[in-house]
């Protein structure tokens, strides 16, 4: 089937520790994205990439860094700077705007737990 | 600066009682306005899309409806099976935006 894999489901990171969040898709879908959720909170964008090797920075995307060297991955890795990275982490993907108005309909993964020990 | 509010925050209904979730957006130029359910732990799942005022769109008990500020989501005959997080987004006219998401309706449907 078709759909955004996300994985771990659930990730524990020691303080000072880099950690790495997998997020692939099987949609051939351009653009990719990655959310931070916290608890009460709506979805707030960290970074996106509309094509391959090329991805811009959201909202709050201090103390994150993504790569984008396939179509199917967009991998997140939460780094040492980020000094409040428990929360639920939400990949995304859709076609590109360009492809017309019904193109850009976001579909997300399963999402990540991720818990400062 | 492109805003989405929705409300309320939360809503408990009995089976059966219809009700409405309201979003109110700013946006210069809508390109989109989105509709998803989200379930406790899970990832949100796509229900709706409207591009233009007046649009209207059905699945089971629910319906999105969008005028120049708001959509509203009318649940018909909830059931508990109903009980989620709703998120409206946007998405804005010029470039390649990402969607802007609201903070969502908890809505909770008591047998």
């Known amino acids: 089937d078709g759909g955004i894999t996300q994985s771990p489901k659930y990730l524990f990171r020691k303080e000072g520790q880099n950690v790495t969040l997998s997020c692939e898709q099987n949609?051939?879908?351009?653009?990719m994205y990655w959310y931070r959720q916290d608890p009460g909170q709506g979805l707030r964008l960290i970074y996106y990439s509309q094509i391959v090797n090329d991805f811009q920075k959201g909202d709050i995307a201090e103390g994150y860094s993504v790569s984008r060297e396939k179509k199917e991955s967009f991998p997140l890795t939460v780094t040492s700077a980020q000094k409040n990275p428990t929360a639920f982490y939400l990949c995304?993907?859709?076609?590109?705007?360009?492809?017309?108005?019904?193109?850009?309909?976001?579909?997300f993964g399963e999402g990540s737990w991720l818990t400062v020990v | 600066e492109d805003q989405v509010t929705q409300s309320p925050e939360a809503l408990r209904l009995q089976e059966g009682e219809s009700s409405s979730l309201n979003c109110s957006y700013t946006v210069s130029g809508l390109r989109g306005l989105f509709w998803y359910r989200q379930d406790p732990g899970k990832g949100p799942e796509f229900l709706f899309t409207l591009y233009s005022a007046g649009e209207e769109k059905e699945k089971e008990r629910l319906k999105a409806t969008l005028t120049k500020k708001e959509s509203f989501l009318h649940i018909t005959a909830p059931k508990p099976e109903d009980s989620a997080t709703y998120l409206c987004a946007v998405t804005p006219m010029r470039g390649n935006t990402p969607l802007v998401f609201g903070k969502g309706t908890r809505l909770s449907v008591i047998a």
């Open positions: 949609l051939n879908h351009d653009a």
């Open positions: 995304a993907s859709s076609r590109p705007q360009s492809r017309g108005a019904s193109g850009n309909t976001i579909y």
